[in-house]
């Protein structure tokens, strides 16, 4: 078994909670699954968010994802990059299965929107484990 969790920040959580109604709904999506029913966005509160930053969580449990990871991790770079005000992202996969090639069993993912000048195009700063975990 693996899990996948992690979370978005952005600055525009109405138009995020579109994005995420886009999304298919588990029993109509098809492999890698990206479903709108992981993706939670807690309510707007002075206590839930800082200058406006609202953080869009996420997490399943799926059964050996580890060979078609990247695929996965692609559509998930595709949907938050088209999310307006996203600012960040980051994902976690837990595995048992590469435990035995890495101790921890866990491989991070991070996305950092850079700040440009208006009009260019966005550029996201990525850093993280490899994206091909088997080939």
Excluded at 21 to 28: E, I, S, T, V
Excluded at 66 to 91: N, Q, Y
Excluded at 95 to 122: C, D, L
Aim: hydrophobic share 40%; net charge negative.
């Amino acid at each position: 078994m693996s899990t996948i969790s992690g979370f978005i920040v952005t600055t525009d959580a109405g138009n995020a909670r579109d994005c995420i109604d886009q999304l298919p709904r588990l029993k109509d999506d098809c492999w890698p699954f990206l479903p709108a029913e992981i993706f939670a966005v807690a309510p707007a509160s002075p206590t839930l968010q800082y200058k406006d930053h609202h953080i869009i969580h996420f997490g399943m449990a799926v059964k050996e994802i580890e060979t078609e990871f990247s695929a996965w991790l692609d559509k998930f770079e595709s949907f938050f990059k088209t999310m307006p005000g996203t600012t960040e992202a980051m994902v976690i996969l837990g595995s048992e299965t590469i435990r035995s090639e890495h101790p921890s069993g866990r491989f991070i993912y991070h996305w950092k929107r850079k700040n440009g000048a208006m009009g260019q195009t966005v550029v996201w700063e990525f850093s993280g484990d490899e994206r091909v975990l088997f080939q």
